[in-house]
């Protein structure tokens, strides 16, 4: 039996653990509410540039013009843009991207190098021995669209200068707030939406290829700047659940243990009352 | 009298929605012009500049916009700006700050110096700059009575 000293002691531990997952969990609920809005935010805007390149890029097409963002080559190397997390305690999210990532690296037939955001993706890519050309840590909890620009410009300028052929951003999207899920989206070459030509015949000033080409490069930011945002709703919703499981579960520690306690102060308490009958009965 | 349904957004946020705008004052890359409702149908980059808008109400209100582009439709224009804000809410030592150090950097022009980013970060202060200025000279009309909720 253990002695109630010592489930005392484990008792507090569990209670100041649970205390700390009940926090982790409040600050996860109110950065999940703030990287949703900004997620939502970002909509119109994306939506609108989505629709124009749609319009732009079939015109050009039809003049054979493309632009080097456009251009299909073939492929010889791939760079995964592959957003993970700074910090841990998101039960299995970075673990799904990763397995989701690491089968789709090992499928290409051409070499893959890397660009990642967040220290767990990196670390797991360095342990795996693959090549990362570039690593961003410690982006915070509400990125603006410039804090992003650095990661995109280095893609397209690599893109263009054709170190890689083909560009993927694999990260984790936000569903709701039980599910996320790890996608892995081609970012370059740009491949225009299809639209049902609804828009009137516009008027382009210069003219359409040069508008294409000051569009595309946004487009590219936008993409990078739209799968951050995702990945961190995802990563606040993970942690936010993950945590309330954690405090779930310490409660339910917390009561098995005072129970235990009981029964063994009872018992105690038994025992002593025993030996006392017991020690006035031999005095008669 | 017609109207327009105007919005502008940026990546992070809606600055501007509203559709009693009958006339809008942009700067694009063949010039200054003013779209008035109803004008063709039109997409055209946007330069660093003042944007103004007069609404309905005989508001007058001041942006500056960085950089986006524009797209006009009949019944709706659409603004995707790259930054854009209202002119009393500028930071002017940010600005003044920005300009600077852009100034500074093409004037020390190594080979380790973006010259295109510097140019255009130094074009986005000077913007910035600039409507803070004319703004104090001649602040914007606002209507004698009945004020209207802005966005």
Redesign the interface.
Known sequence: MVSPRILRRRIRSVQSTAKITRAMEMIATAKMKKSQD?TI??R???D??TQ?IAD?AAQAAIGGATHPLLQVRKIRKIAILFISTDRGLCGGLNTNLNRMTGSFILDQKVPVTLITVGSKGRDFMRRSMREIRAEFIKMNDRP??ADTMAISHILMEDYINEVYDQVFIAYNKFINVMTQKPTIDQMLPVIPAKLSKT????????YGM??LG??LP?FAE?QV?HAILEAIASEQSARMMAMRNATENANEVIAELTLTLNKARQEMITKELLDITGGVESLK | MPTMNLEIVTAERQVFASDDVITLIAEGTEGQMAILPRHAPLVTMLEPAELIIRRASGDEISMVITGGFIEVKSEKTVILADACERSDEIDLQRAEAAKRRAEERLKASGPEIDRARAEAALRRSIARLRVVEKRRKTPVRRPPSNPTSQN
Do not use: Q, T
């Open positions: 900004a935010a970002v119109p805007y994306s609108k540039l124009v732009l603006r669209m828009n009137p015949d516009y008027i382009f000033e210069p040069a508008v000051e569009l946004r936008m700047y």
